[in-house]
């Protein structure tokens, strides 16, 4: 993911897509917070999904459906619209396309909202990724296809809408010994991590996005550190596949040994949020352990959600110092360089996250958050819509994937047996009775 440096002309307001993405992000979250607007993107069968064709006629005749679906395409449109023109991207073929895309990413939210696969806590990125790929790797995309495909700006714009649902205020709500829990695994297991796949000589670009998105918080952890470090748009699909795929077996699995191992729910709970990396998942799995484990998973679950920001402002500073040139090796880096490479879009996350943490009332930050979220979460199917139209697996070819595949089950493994250790010590041993 790169970002896009552009001159201004006479008359052209262009700030590049990182402030784009800032700008545009708190346009929405503005409209949604002053206008009161209510209405998320849609949704098919409510929590529960639909399961069967007898569930079609009613779904599919809801008005509040078909408003719905008009209501964001307006906006993500003007959305869109403006931060290609303050990116200083062409407009050029771009609504054909961006209808396109935004088409797909609503087919793949009525494909995950199946309730099969709502049970096995299947995300609709994955689907989104995946309708991508299929067409992306049948047909050649047209240049009017194309141009819709803007994955990096879909993006960051959906990473600063992201930082205002996680609020530090909800630290305390974690509970201490989660937050205590959720620092030690995200450091350990991302060092880990990355010592293991540069031991396996994987990139440094592919061991951060690894590390990152097995010890903090799956998808949008390696989401979030791919737009910090400016990431290969096809490792991150890479990694993205293998989070959710990994998913599933460790949601299964897990609270079944957890039982034959005699660990309580609030240790299995533990376990399961400080592991699972997607947070379907970690609900599914929390059921499985029980009320208390369903309880203790989502609270470490959340704490190391709230790290996402922290950990992505600690991955820019380190990706600055980490690609310098060779001859710059030793040398002390300027805080200009730091800046110029940092991604501002970052700042607009924490930014969000301030904002909602202090400056909102605590009804309003709740109102609003759940638009935003649903904001949030469709501008991630739009990306990963766009990077399977982009990726063709003629392309893994040339790519060293088997590595960073073992690398990611060994590092996920050492995850396990590590965040195990740590809940047990913590939830078993020191904490109240």
């Known amino acids: 993911m790169t970002e896009n440096k552009k001159t201004t002309g006479p008359g052209k307001l262009i700030i590049g897509q990182d402030w784009a993405s800032v700008v545009t992000g708190f346009i929405l979250i503005l409209f949604v917070v002053i206008a009161g607007y209510s209405i ?75 309730a099969g696969f709502k049970n096995l806590g299947l995300e609709t990125v994955l689907f989104s990724l995946l309708l991508g790929l299929i067409i992306g790797n049948l047909v050649k995309l047209p240049e009017w296809l194309r141009a819709g495909a803007l994955t990096e700006l879909y993006v960051k714009i959906g990473l600063v809408l992201l930082g205002a649902t996680i609020l530090f205020k909800d630290i305390l709500t974690a509970g201490s010994f989660g937050m205590i829990q959720a620092v030690i695994v ?84 533990a376990w399961l949020g400080g592991t699972i990396d997607t947070t379907g998942a970690v609900v599914a799995a929390g059921t499985i ?62 930014l969000a996250s301030l904002v909602f943490s202090f400056l909102l009332s605590p009804e309003t930050a709740q109102s609003s958050g759940k638009v935003i979220k649903s904001f949030s979460t469709f501008w991630f199917n739009l990306a990963f819509v766009s990077i399977g139209l982009e990726t063709r697996f003629a392309d893994f070819r040339h790519m060293e994937s088997k590595k960073p595949f073992y690398s990611f089950l060994i590092a996920q493994t050492f995850n396990i047996i590590f965040t195990l250790g740590v809940s047990w010590l913590l939830f078993q041993l020191l904490s109240p009775k």
């Open 40 to 114: 998320g993107t849609p949704t098919f069968g409510g929590k529960a999904g639909w399961s069967s064709n007898q569930d079609m006629p009613g779904i599919f005749s809801a008005s509040s459906l078909w408003m719905s679906a008009l209501y964001t395409f307006v906006i993500f449109g003007i959305i869109s619209v403006t931060g290609v023109i303050l990116s200083g991207d062409k407009l050029k073929k771009f609504i054909l396309g961006f209808l396109a895309v935004f088409f797909l990413a609503i087919l793949a939210q009525f494909i995950s909202s199946y």
């Open 186 to 269: 995200v450091s350990v297991v991302w060092y880990f991590s990355f010592w293991l796949s540069r031991k396996m000589k994987i990139d440094d670009e592919f061991s951060t996005m690894l590390a990152s998105a097995v010890s903090i918080c799956g998808v949008s952890a390696a989401i979030a550190t791919a737009g910090a470090i400016n990431g290969d748009k096809k490792k991150l699909s890479f990694i993205i596949s293998l989070v959710l795929i990994i998913a599933i077996p460790m949601m299964i699995f897990l609270p079944i040994i957890a039982k034959w191992m005699g660990l309580s729910e609030i240790v299995t709970g």
């Open 289 to 350: 352990a029980g009320e208390e484990g369903l309880k203790y998973a989502t609270i470490v679950k959340f704490s190391q959600n709230v790290l996402l920001g922290v950990a992505a402002f600690a991955i820019s500073i380190f990706w600055a110092y980490r690609t310098r040139g060779a001859g710059e090796k030793g040398k002390h880096v300027p805080a200009s360089i730091i800046w110029e490479r940092f991604p501002k879009f970052v700042l607009g996350f924490i």
